[in-house]
């Protein structure tokens, strides 16, 4: 069973996780990029924590990373939330049918995820009054945009996957009477 | 319990909604929470703003050191130790330059302004902003003007008590009044949205008016905002969407957006002559 300290401590963690992700996106990767875009972490953590940990924590985890970047962002918020939770439930579903060492099949998530995650903010842009020259400029933010997501996607697979792993072990709390719950 | 699930999502849906449609307009005040995730995260941001720009700099020295070891092989140990001194020497002298201009700028200026650093952009590709490390206790308010050396950078847009997010002359949201050039004929520049900080668009404000590819672009002075003549960018394409359509240019910025280190904010308009409101 997991108790109230363990999901704490999980929060705690990819609470500081996003933080760390959205602090290296607005201060280091804005000036590492490729053609003037650079790659979109949280949604990287919220397509690779939902691949393995399932729709329904995919979806929270997705939600709240999006939310902390809206605010952080301070236009639209809870447009990016939205979006992200569904990327992270969809990934999710996708990681309860297939193999979850593919990388091949990871990163064609990524990549669908990213174009996926992106015409869908676009679209809400659009919905609340933005005008987006959606031809010109999706094509001229997408193609970079999922290359630069999938090669950092490779990169942080590892990580997640061991930190997913850390998860799951303490997940499983064995009582005096040892049995495990 | 079904149906009570599906009416909290409604529910949540539709505050939701309302949250987005809120904040998808100008705002000048941030809420609480919004505040107070951007106080808590704008330290971290301006340490790792500094530690990268200080990485960044070891890396270029590390660059030219390879450089110039293969150039001289026996001065290769010698070169190591000086090259990282001179890189960080240079990241400093590059940034004092960038100072320098900004406070020549401060001070030849008939108007007051305010200087601040960068200290982070927006994490969104759609959205133009930046993010400086000057605020309401500095006098900073929103929708000031913001410019650098070469030029306009944007429009100050909310402001917390140490920082303010500057709405750059690119994004969606920016719409600043200029004058061309060699005609003296007035236009509206008006941001795109990912348009990677590269471009914005020029549309006339009066009919008849010609555009031409390589006119520049200047501000009007007739807003309380920018004062006259402070150079936004150059033509550089001129589009003609079909019969009975207004042509539009496409500008670039004189201001390199996406190398931006310094800006600064005029915060107070009273030196300006004879300005009207927007």
């Known amino acids: 069973m997991v108790g109230w300290r363990l999901c704490l401590l999980i929060a705690f963690l990819l609470f500081n996780f996003f933080v760390i992700a959205l602090v290296l996106e607005s201060s280091v990767f804005c000036f590492l990029t490729i053609n003037g875009v650079f790659p979109d972490i949280v949604a ?62 990871i990163l064609a998530l990524i990549a669908v995820c990213t174009v996926l995650q992106n015409t869908l903010y676009t679209f809400g842009m659009w919905v609340f009054g933005w005008q987006i020259p959606i031809f010109d400029e999706v094509f001229g933010v997408l193609p970079y945009l999922i290359i630069y997501n999938c090669l950092l996607a490779m990169l942080l697979y590892p990580i997640i996957s061991k930190l997913n792993h850390f998860m799951e072990k303490v997940a499983i709390v064995k009582p005096k009477d040892n049995k495990t719950v | 319990l079904q149906v009570t699930r599906w009416v909290v999502l409604f529910i949540t849906i539709l505050i939701i909604a309302g949250m987005i449609f809120t904040t998808s307009v100008f705002r000048e005040e941030l809420s609480f929470l919004e505040k107070a995730v951007l106080e808590l995260v704008r330290p971290v941001q301006e340490l790792t703003n500094s530690a990268f720009h200080t990485v960044k700099g ?13 150039e001289n092989e026996e001065l290769k140990a010698e070169l190591a130790a000086i090259y990282m001194k001179q890189s960080s020497l240079l990241e400093a002298q590059r940034q004092n330059q960038a100072l320098r201009e900004l406070v020549d700028l401060t001070v030849e200026s008939p108007y007051s302004l305010v200087a601040g650093e960068i200290i982070a952009r927006s994490p969104n590709n759609w959205l133009g902003s930046i993010t400086i490390n000057k605020g309401r206790r500095d006098r900073i308010q929103p929708s000031q003007g913001v410019i650098a050396p070469e030029g306009v950078v944007g429009k100050v847009g909310a402001v917390t008590s140490s920082s303010a997010e500057v709405i750059l002359l690119t994004d969606a949201q920016s719409a600043i009044g200029g ?89 107070d308009v009273s030196g300006l002559i004879n300005q009207e409101g927007d």
Not at chain 1, 62 to 85: E, K, P, S, Y
């Open chain 2, 58 to 70: 070891w890396i270029e020295g590390f660059i030219k050191l390879k450089e110039a070891a293969k």
């Open chain 1, 44 to 105: 990287i953590i919220t397509i690779l924590f939902g691949f393995l940990r399932g729709p329904r924590q995919g979806a929270v985890i997705g939600f709240a990373g999006g939310l902390l970047a809206d605010i952080l962002t301070g236009r639209l918020v809870g447009l990016g939330a939205l979006i992200m939770a569904f990327i992270g439930a969809l990934s999710g579903f996708m990681g309860t049918r297939f193999m979850r060492d593919r990388y091949l099949l």
């Open chain 2, 179 to 267: 004058v061309l050039l060699s005609s003296g004929d007035p236009v509206l520049v008006e941001g795109i949205s990912g348009s990677k900080g590269n471009t914005a668009r020029v549309k006339l404000l009066v009919w008849g008016t010609e555009l031409k590819v390589g006119d520049q672009v200047v501000t009007s002075g007739l807003s309380s905002v920018f004062p006259k003549g402070v150079p936004i960018g150059v033509i550089e394409e001129v589009h003609t969407p079909g019969p009975g359509e207004t042509p539009y240019g496409i500008l670039r910025p004189f201001v390199d957006l996406a190398k931006l280190e310094f800006v600064a904010v005029i915060t």
